[in-house]
């Protein structure tokens, strides 16, 4: 995801999801309460994060949610926003689910319409589930396994089915053989050979080649079963078929949308939902200082989008109501990337030289200071991914300093002593992001670098800085941006920027064009093992390797100060969402 979400090849939506994850808001009314997020005090500050802040299994009220983006697409094999993922377990269901639980807990995936988390055979390509008795549509009829493998059929029709995540084609069907179910010639429109159906509670699996996340794959919400009978091609976002606990009443898009209790549900056949309240809704506006006022006032809950409060929201709530207030890590990476198509950043040593010149404190405070922007960022692994490797910091960035003489060394390495010019790439929509250019401008001018930066349309990016040519042409040897992870692990986040076999001419992510063979060994290796531990140190081994390239300046492991009224019980973030609330878990004190 790029600041919000993306998959390996579909990096589009993972800017988007970044998009997401910086845009703003306005606040309407919705409902009375008191400062401090709908009367009471709140159970303390980073109450969420770590732990479960006022557990409870009270049921009812209304939960209310208020948002300044709404989801890219409600369909679940469309959507690629983070917080949409979250929201649609309210009425999707998937054969496996990120495990309820705070912070790291929620990284390990747990049965949902499955009995257990599969039966994998000894070649480690085939995976075989059986699906729970008793789960239903909202009609009543039974989800079967031939309503999953059509919802994940649907990912195959990229004519008509875009923008979501491509994991389980790439697995499946590296070679896209498989049209999708629109194109399907086969009569019950089922043709993709690569799973099996024995029977309506049977699913079988086979892998082109093993995957050790690949049950992660089958716990995001592209997984999930839809009914062939209610399918809608491009329209079924308005309105989607739901095999979870709520289903939809209305949806306004941009305006609102609201869900109520699936009374076809059984709490039996779902082990994982609580489904607590009696109904959910979402606000939508454009003024996100109204929405902060709005939350800190109790008229709503929280923030779908989870962002971050705005500058004047933060202050207020931290002063007046911390109770309230949580400052999880997101998952996300902002960073510097050096496209080495552009010279002189295809010598490693001025590449070097920017990390070295660069005032790390300066581009925390840029993006929000410790709380809202983050820790200073040492690699391209964050906190919330396995293999993240506490301490590891080649170049001395966690001092907060430039270290000027060690530019000028790397300088005169790269045979530039006097310095360079160059661009910076920036986002003209993304503020923090243009006063981290800003930044890096004035600090890499003390060493002889003359950085232009260049704020571009950021709803262009896919053309701009996605497009190798375009950066080459445009002599952008500086990119910022940010990344997060798809699922929780090296290759839901690594993979897309720094292997090379996913370089694009158009959407790319991997800025830096790495192409080293070293690095994909390691990934595939990585890929390759089942246990999360040891494939997690393979990619600590890869993130050393991007690092000593100095392909990327790493500025924050991001965090966001997120607001949660008083009314909420069970709230908890997680590493599953990039550091969002666990949505489906969440109850109100009516």
């Known amino acids: 995801m790029t600041t919000q979400g993306t998959s390996r090849r579909r990096t589009v939506a993972g800017a988007t999801l970044v998009v997401a994850a910086l845009v703003g808001v306005t606040a309407c009314g919705g409902g009375g309460g008191k400062s401090g997020g709908g009367g009471g005090k709140g159970p303390g500050f980073d109450a969420g994060v770590g732990k479960v802040a006022s557990p409870s299994d009270k049921k009812g009220g209304e939960l209310k949610f208020i948002a300044t983006q709404d989801a890219d697409s409600w369909d679940p094999q469309r959507g690629y926003y983070g917080f ?91 070679d896209k053989k498989y049209k999708g179910p629109y194109k399907d010639t086969s009569k019950d429109k089922l043709g993709l050979s690569a799973i099996e159906t024995p029977d309506d509670r049977s699913i079988v699996f086979h892998l082109a080649r093993p995957n050790g996340d690949f049950l992660q794959m089958l716990a995001i919400p592209a997984a999930a079963p839809v009914r062939q009978d209610m399918d809608k091609a491009e329209k079924y976002a308005l309105r989607p078929f739901s095999s979870g606990p709520y289903k939809f009443e209305s949806y306004d898009p941009n305006k609102s949308l609201v869900l109520v209790r699936n ?22 506006t454009t003024n996100a200082d109204a929405m902060d006022s709005d939350l800190i006032a109790g008229n709503y809950d929280l923030d779908l989008n989870a962002t971050g409060m705005g500058s004047a929201g933060r202050q207020k709530a931290l002063q007046t109501a911390k109770g309230n207030v949580d400052n999880p890590q997101t998952g996300f990476i902002r960073y510097a990337a050096f496209p080495q198509s552009v010279a002189p950043f295809d010598n490693v040593h001025c590449r070097r030289a920017v990390i070295y010149g660069a005032d790390h404190t300066s581009l925390q405070t840029a993006r929000g ?90 709803a262009q990016y896919a053309t701009v800085i996605g497009a190798p040519k375009n950066v080459k042409a445009k002599n952008y040897g500086i990119i910022v941006q940010g990344w997060g992870a798809d699922f929780p692990s090296g290759q839901g986040y690594l993979q897309p920027i720094v292997d090379g076999r996913f370089i694009q ?60 009224s008083s009314r909420l019980t069970n709230v908890y973030t997680t590493d599953a969402y990039n550091g969002r609330y666990d949505y489906a878990a969440l109850g109100v004190v009516k």
């Open 263 to 284: 009374d076809k549900w059984d709490k039996n056949s779902d082990p994982v939902r609580k489904a607590l309240p009696d109904r959910i809704s979402v606000k939508l």
């Open 369 to 458: 200071g410790p709380e809202a922007g983050g820790d200073i960022g040492t690699g391209m692994l964050p906190p919330a991914v396995q293999g993240f490797e506490k301490g590891y910091d080649p170049y001395g960035i966690a001092q907060g300093k430039a270290d000027p003489a060690k530019a000028k060394e790397e300088l005169k390495a790269c045979g530039k002593p006097d310095g360079f010019t160059t661009t910076i790439a920036v986002r003209n929509n993304k503020p923090q992001e243009v006063a981290t250019a800003e930044s890096l401008q004035a600090s890499l001018k003390k060493i002889g670098i003359d950085a232009q930066v260049d704020p571009y349309d950021g």
């Open 84 to 174: 949409a993922w979250d929201f649609m377990r309210y009425y999707t269901r998937t054969l496996v689910t990120p495990k309820p639980g705070p912070g790291a807990e929620s990284r390990a995936v747990v049965p949902d319409l499955a009995t257990d988390t599969g039966k994998i055979s000894a070649d480690k390509k085939t995976y075989s589930f059986t699906l729970r008795p008793g789960s239903t549509w909202e009609d009543g009829k039974p989800v079967t396994s031939r309503d999953i493998k059509y919802g994940i059929e649907r990912t195959w029709a990229q004519d008509k089915i875009s923008g979501g995540p491509t994991w389980l084609m790439q697995v499946l069907d590296p």
């Open 505 to 564: 001419e158009s959407a790319n992510q991997n800025y830096p064009e790495i192409n080293d063979p070293a690095i994909e060994k390691l990934i595939d290796d990585a890929i390759a093992e089942t246990d999360p531990v040891k494939a997690g140190k393979i990619y600590q081994e890869a993130n050393k390797k991007v690092m000593e390239g100095a392909y990327y300046l790493p500025f924050t492991f991001e965090k966001n100060i997120i607001w949660r």
